[in-house]
């Protein structure tokens, strides 16, 4: 067996994602939405390994920690405070021609456009890149609501009321996992940009003299979350901002970038923010968002440190990263090599022949309620055993006529194609052990 393991193209993905139900194009039967994407079975399976990873790897950094989960609308009053109603823009240009829209900081204006090759811009003016929509019957102002363009302000608005009702002292986090909405111009790079995405958000509050030991501590806690979740180490790497390119609350931003078969991009951003977000939200709201130091009888706004990835662009990554070719017997076999954590599907029940289904669902119906199990019975079981490669199984256990005398099952292993036999009431325990190492 010659391992080639390629970089895939970016259409590799895309094809693999459509083909075996892990991202579908929205709408697509009415022709498809720009930016937007829907996950399949697997996929859906996928996102939730993601989430809990991502939950399991901070409660185990650290047990300050809660979580929150604030709603997708918000009020104008809360984007006015964030700073985003005034600053959330990109700069856009219009082709006079052929009407189609372009950032315009990712292109050359002296040149032709791109779409048409036409010469005829528009000025370059600012776009907002909140969702605005009305809130309730009157459409009066008082209704202007937006979609959430991070999940970060609800955190910050709900401080004060986590911060009183939930047993917490500082130093202590605040997560969120939920969607975001932003109408950026051009949607590209399949799921790296889209206009609905999910984040998952860590707000950390601390006093402001231990801001840099608290970044400290987040940055090596996300490169050991990198690390466990298996991406190869090649293909990250952390990217501390220049001081000149930081924002003018930010001491130290971090990203964490992934090389994307388009390039090393931005997976995550992690940032002091210093108090900037309560202090904007204690004078936009009138609220005392301060907290009372006990042994220095002083008052103080938190500061914050901020990690925030995103679901699918981390979910992208994955795939990109877990994607195998493998020469064997003269055959191609493409897999997925995901840490078993995070694979859709844990486990393949798989019976032999049909006549072996009451079995192979007895053993399959044990697991269900434990594990991410697939019962998987039609075509050759070759072919099943590569269509589970392809989806990124790590185990899959067989039952064939002689398990019927032994108890036995053959369990293959993704990874390798090994074949060992194990007897059947130990295959929990064997799934297990595969996750533990994981
Ligand atoms: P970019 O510069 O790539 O637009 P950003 O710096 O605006 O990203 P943040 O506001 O820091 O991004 O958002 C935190 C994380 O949310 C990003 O690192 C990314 O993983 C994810 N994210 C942001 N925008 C999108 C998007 N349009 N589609 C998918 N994920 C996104």
Not at 45 to 73: A, C, Y
Not at 279 to 297: C, Y
Not at 321 to 343: F, Q
Request: with cysteine; hydrophobic share 35%; proline share 5%.
């Amino acid at each position: 067996m010659s391992n080639q393991s390629v970089k895939p193209s970016l259409e590799t993905i895309v094809a693999l994602c459509k083909r075996r139900g892990f991202v579908y194009p929205s709408a697509e039967i009415y022709g498809g939405v720009n930016g937007v994407y829907d996950f399949g079975p697997l996929g859906s399976l996928m996102k939730q390994h993601i989430r809990k990873f991502w939950t399991d790897h901070i409660r185990k950094e650290t047990d300050n920690i809660v979580f929150l989960e604030g709603p997708i609308l918000a009020p104008t009053p809360v984007w006015k405070a964030s700073g985003h109603l005034e600053n959330f823009h990109d700069p856009m240009v219009d082709c006079l021609e052929c009407k189609k829209r372009f950032r315009s900081d990712e292109l050359d204006l002296e040149k032709p456009c791109p779409s048409c090759g036409k010469h005829n811009w528009t000025e370059a003016r600012q776009f907002n890149l909140m969702f605005k929509t009305a809130m309730g019957a009157m459409a009066d102002q008082t209704s202007d609501a937006y979609l959430r363009p991070e999940t970060a302000q609800a955190i910050f608005i709900n401080f004060k009321n986590v911060y009183s009702t939930s047993r917490v002292k500082i130093p202590f986090g605040i997560a969120q996992i939920g969607k975001a909405f932003r109408n950026e111009i051009t949607p590209k790079q399949y799921l790296f940009r889209t206009r609905e995405f999910e984040q998952m958000e860590i707000e950390w509050f601390c006093k402001d003299e231990n801001r840099k030991k608290f970044f400290e501590f987040w940055l090596e806690a996300r490169h050991k979350f990198y690390q466990e979740i298996g991406l190869k180490d090649e293909n990250y790497r952390f990217d501390a901002h220049k001081p000149e390119d930081l924002s003018h609350y930010s001491s130290a931003t971090t990203d964490v970038e992934y090389h994307f078969p388009f390039g090393w991009k931005e997976l995550e951003g992690i940032a002091d923010r210093g108090n900037y977000d309560l202090s904007q939200h204690t004078k936009h709201s009138g609220k005392d968002l301060a907290v009372f130091d006990e042994e220095t009888k002083e008052s103080y706004i938190p500061s914050v440190v901020e990690c925030s990835v995103g679901v699918d662009r981390l979910f992208l990554a994955l795939m990109c990263d877990a994607y195998a070719e493998e020469e064997v017997d003269g055959e191609t076999r493409v897999l997925l090599k995901l840490n078993p954590a995070i694979a859709p599907i844990t486990a393949a029940i798989i019976p032999l022949s049909k006549k072996l289904s009451e079995p192979a669902k007895k053993i399959y119906n044990s697991l269900k309620f434990k594990f991410s199990v697939q019962y998987d019975e039609s075509g050759s079981i070759g072919k099943r055993y590569r269509r589970q490669d392809e989806i990124g199984t790590p185990l899959c256990f067989t039952y064939d006529f002689e398990s019927e005398d032994d108890n036995m099952v053959t369990v293959r292993e993704r990874d390798t194609t090994k074949q060992t036999r194990i007897p059947i009431d130990s295959i929990e325990e064997y799934i297990v052990n595969t996750l533990k190492k994981s």
